[in-house]
């Protein structure tokens, strides 16, 4: 039941073969059983859950049930729900019970779907292993002594433990593919502006998109149905006619222009992930799809311009945990700007305060001209290199992450080669497009682990169904996707 | 050495619109604290700002009325800073791409001393929309402060000007032109005791003839033109006085103080923030296109300098009567219903601009608003055709005025300004020019009388004027008028002197 899809778990839901009260509970029980190790949650609340999954099968039962009516999700803790506590994986926030929900909390509550939980995360979505938060870091159900990735690392490994059917998460720089890609799971980050960001609490404001991470293509098809569509409360939210994300998924791919940059494939990219998606392209050659080279100039810009733009964003997003009114308030304090001061140097980790202390800079007189500016330009250059690649193909593939799962602490001081982690995600960010993980098979680690690899799949404006097709038609004949790792021995492949 | 001050000034006007600049939440004033505090508000994390269509539309009223640039785009910057009634660490506003660009305001400087009024052009240099911030309350919570966040995110136009007055009296008379236009366009309802109009007053000075600026100091959030008027005569002397004395000026940001009458700095610049301004990722461009324009344009009033032109040609008024009476939407309209209502338009200008004014004033100059008039315009009209029929002369008129005046105020009488309820009142200046005895003396053969005994009684000065001194004539006019205890017409007086002396 734990490994069903999306789309099985609601129809025997529908079909009352099993309760949303029973399937929530199987999955609270593993979720007892296993989290102690893996910590992918940081807040529960079984009364509540429990509650909202007998108020499921009271809609069940009343015959009007929506696809994910009953299934149980879990929400990266990120995202604000009332009456829970949303800490963003970070101490400031350990103590704030949020008074309201987000746009997305109330798009699930809207269809019925059941909150198991809060996720880990690293700590304002700053980081790439999870080794960030607040709450300590989060175990690769594939092997227990490496990082789930970041920042949406506990939603990954939740999805990856079958800790619940599927899950939230969020995507700056790649937060949702790089850990989708190391825990062997599909994730979807949306185009900019598809899913609204009201209630997301802010990293990066015009980078942040919230998208789902989940078993399949099918299962993000499912949850961008009840994700995606127009909020009044968010500017930056695309009026656009609702969509249905289940609709190309059958569509064959004859025909289908796949681009391959060829900076996604230079050095950098372990040789392993390497081999892994060149097989993987393989099987999209046989299943007629057409191969383009093309080129991305700009890509090997992506990481100093996005290491400008988002701390520089994010310094200002954050100026609001002050002490002042909620979160964090430092103990003693003899004056306002020592309550600030200690508050805020109490209250944020040391990858936190290095991004506050980037973003301040370049945003200072003097510096401005140099770094923000600038990097806003080479932002617009590196937009244009895909609207020059969508000329000659449809979806661009290359790797989502440059490595399989890297141990816990192995890159904890070395914060650069930590950033390279996101090398071929964050482009698409800077340029607004969607971008997707994909499981695509393993690769042997040193120590002979078998460790899972994720496909990236990057569309064009608004092609998330043409990209979810792709993925699912893959999926059709490929076994990737329903591997699962042994949590009893978490080592690898079970 | 002769000193010149120079000025300009920042004044912030609260919009008139039904909820926050970015939010849902009420921008009522007065409410409980925390009250009118949304997530918004109180910047919970998560949230998002949405911009008031309404803020917008009034920003482009503000550039159609001044004939300023308005922009097809602007953008909202943050403003960084921390502060306990900054709820996000940073404030929404407009920097380098404001949503009104270069426009210009017409003021009058009324005449001071022995100098004449004058007209004065004060150009605008741009005007954008930001919000406010909360309020820090002291004292409420023993050894605390407390934090009001009803005010954050109200909606506010920041406008600001060249440096271009060169006096107190001009820097108030562009206030007060300006505290007008804003509420006779209907953006804001400039009442200053709550901070809806708040002025910041920017003051240097350099020898007169030279044109380098000196360095200016900022007058802070001055909300009355009595304290903006003492703050900029007490700071101009100041920094003259530091010159003299061989000082030197630091920029810096000053408060006044109503019980000294002084300025003192509150901080100075050099200490200030670095805001780190950089364009809202939360909030798109605002787009302006000639269509929304339009819309706006459609519901804009008759602006002050087009009713004054109609004014000289429609009544005939001078330049200077016409300009006068439109400097607010209420003057204006108090002046048009005295008129409708029958008195001759020269003489209501005159009586308006003149007499009623000079009342209002000396009841309340700092309101200085025909609001407080206790004589409404059907009153005034009934008046002012006493004087036109001859009932009365211009003078006694005037003490009707005043003992109408008095009767209204003691009765409390709340007088409709303009229109006709209360016409059944109408009686009263009757009444009170029959008590007082006002009534003039039109009757030619009684007037024939009492020149007849001036001119028997003054046989020298009658001499005098045979001689053909001029002066003599208008002394037996004084004489006659004086003999009928200042309630024979004068014109008739005036008209058989003459004829009685020249036949």
Known sequence: ?494 | MEWEVVIGLETHAQLQTNTKIFSGASIKYGAEPNTQACEVSIALPGVLPVLNRQAVHCAIKFGLAINAEIAPRSVFARKNYFYPDLPKGYQISQFELPVVGKGAVTIQVPSVGKNAAYEKVVNITRAHLEEDAGKSVHGAVEGMSGIDLNRAGTPLLEIVTEPDMRSAAEAVAYAKQLHELVQWIGICDGNMQEGSFRCDVNVSVRPKGTEKLGTRREIKNLNSFKFMQQAIEYETRWQIETLEDGGTIHQATVLFNPDTGETRAMRSKEEANDYRYFPDPDLLPLVITEADKALVQAEMPELPSAMKARFETQYGLSGYDASALTTSRELADYFVATVEAGADAKQAANWVTGNVMAKVNSVNSEAYSISSSKVGSEHLAQLLKRIADGTVSNNAAKQVFEELWVQNTLTNVSVQLTGSTITSQLGAIDAIIEAKGLKQESDSGAIEAIVDEVLAANAAMVEEFKAGKEKAFNALVGQAMKASKGKANPAQVNDILKKKLTS
């Open chain 1, 1 to 494: 039941m734990i490994n069903n899809s999306l789309k099985q778990l609601g129809d025997m839901l529908q079909a009352k073969t099993i309760s949303s009260v029973e399937l929530t509970q199987s999955f609270l029980a593993r979720i007892s059983q296993y989290n102690p190790s893996i910590n992918a949650y940081i807040s529960l609340d079984e009364s509540k859950t429990l509650a909202q999954a007998k108020a499921a099968d009271a809609r069940i039962a009343a015959g009007n049930a929506a696809p994910l009516t009953g299934i149980p999700i879990a929400q990266k803790d990120i995202f604000c729900a009332k009456d829970w506590r949303t800490t963003c994986g970070s101490k400031m926030l350990a103590n704030f019970i949020s008074p309201y929900d987000a746009h997305i909390i109330s798009q699930f509550d809207a269809v019925g779907a059941v909150n198991l939980g809060k996720t880990n995360m690293d700590e304002f979505a700053m980081g790439s292993s999870n080794e960030t938060s607040y709450f300590g870091g989060v175990k690769n159900p594939w092997s227990y002594d490496r990082v789930p990735g970041g920042s949406s690392g506990g939603s990954a490994a939740a999805v990856a433990a079958r800790l619940c059917a599927a899950a939230t998460g969020t995507d700056t720089g790649g937060s949702i593919r790089q850990p989708a890609s190391l825990c062997g799971l599909t994730g979807l980050k949306p185009t900019y502006g598809v899913v609204s960001r009201f209630g997301m609490i802010a990293f990066a404001s015009s980078l942040d998109q919230a998208g789902p991470m989940a078993k399949s293509a099918e299962d993000c098809a499912l949850m961008m149905n009840v994700m995606a569509g127009f909020d009044e409360r968010d500017s930056t939210s695309l009026n656009r006619a609702k969509e249905d994300y289940t609709k190309d998924l059958n569509k064959p791919l004859a025909g289908l222009k796949v681009g391959l940059p060829k900076e996604f494939f230079a050095e950098g990219l372990d040789a392993s992930v390497g081999k892994v998606i060149e097989t993987a392209i393989e099987e999209y050659k046989k299943l007629g799809a057409e191969i383009v080279e093309i080129s991305l100039p700009n890509t090997g810009l992506s990481i100093p311009v996005y290491y400008v733009l988002a701390p520089a964003e994010a310094s200002s997003n954050l100026s609001r945990y002050d002490g002042v009114r909620y979160g964090h308030r430092a103990a003693e304090y003899t004056d306002l700007m020592d309550m600030y001061c200690k508050s805020r140097a109490e209250g944020f980790g040391a990858e936190v305060k290095r991004r506050i202390l980037i973003g301040t800079y370049v945003l200072s007189a003097g510096y401005y001209d140099a770094y923000y500016l600038k990097a806003q330009q080479i932002r617009r250059l590196i937009a244009q290199d895909f609207v020059e690649a969508f000329n000659k193909c449809d979806v661009i593939m290359g790797p989502a992450a440059p490595s399989t799962a890297f141990k816990a602490g192995e890159k904890v001081d070395d914060p650069v080669a930590m950033y390279l982690q996101d090398i071929y995600t964050i482009s698409t960010n800077l340029a607004g497009l969607p971008g997707m993980s994909v499981p695509a098979g393993f690769a042997q680690s040193d120590d002979g682990k078998s460790l899972p690899v994720g496909l990236q799949i990057i569309g064009n404006y608004f092609d998330e169904a043409r990209m979810l097709n792709v993925a699912h038609q893959y999926q059709q004949v490929t076994d990737w996707h329903v591997q699962t790792p042994n949590l009893d021995k978490s080592e690898g492949k079970a």
